[in-house]
């Protein structure tokens, strides 16, 4: 999410301005964050919105937030296997081979759809079907590598640091407030998914 959304943020923000909005989204987490803290200790059991719903609302809202996580966790799945395939697609192209385009960008109906995409998600279920070890080594590995990828962006962009070419103006005329509004609700999209530790809370030592 962090790496397929910065350029959506730039865009909707008028370019410096994404950092704003990054830091609203990372503000709304942290809070948001605490409350399922809040929640994993004082009922640790799993479930996560499902059993908080159900415990304050009832089992009709519970269904209804249970059938909405469904939703999200798959539009979520969705979005970032898209742009796996498409950085797939971009690394083949760097390395001198040509894929054909129909891979990813085959037209249908007026929709362009992505025939290597769901070729992830399929990976991603075969390494979680093998067991909890090995999706847990997976996933530190590629947290890992964002984390590694993420510190190099940052020294890359210490050594070039120019504050009156790239941030003057900070917040876009053209854009204005709203856009950094707009982008800092895009740019939550790619904090989606922290919630989900409080589904296995039952299986922590510490939620």
């Known amino acids: 999410g962090i790496f397929a959304y910065t350029g959506l943020a730039a865009e909707y923000a008028g370019g410096p301005a994404a950092y704003l909005a990054y830091i609203g989204a990372g503000l709304v987490s942290f809070l948001t964050a605490l409350v399922y803290a809040e929640f994993g200790a004082r009922y640790p059991k799993s479930g996560s919105s499902y059993l908080y719903s159900s415990i304050f609302q009832g089992e009709l809202m519970a269904w209804v937030v249970a059938w909405n996580l469904n939703l999200r966790y798959g539009a979520c799945a969705a979005t970032v296997s898209r742009a796996w395939a498409s950085y797939f697609m971009k690394f083949f192209e760097l390395c001198g081979v040509t894929l054909p385009k129909v891979l990813n960008n085959y037209p249908c109906a007026g929709f362009d759809f992505s025939i290597i995409a769901p070729l992830f998600l399929l990976l991603c ?83």
């Open 125 to 207: 279920c075969l390494i979680q079907n093998r067991g909890s070890d090995a999706s847990k080594k997976t996933n530190n590995l590629l947290t890992g590598l964002k984390i590694t990828i993420l510190f190099f962006i940052i020294g890359v962009s210490f050594c070039n640091f120019n504050y009156k070419k790239n941030f003057t103006p900070v917040v876009s005329p053209e854009k204005g407030y709203k856009g950094i509004m707009v982008a800092t609700c895009k740019v939550f999209f790619a904090y989606v998914g922290f919630d989900f530790i409080t589904t296995v809370s039952e299986e922590t030592i510490n939620p």
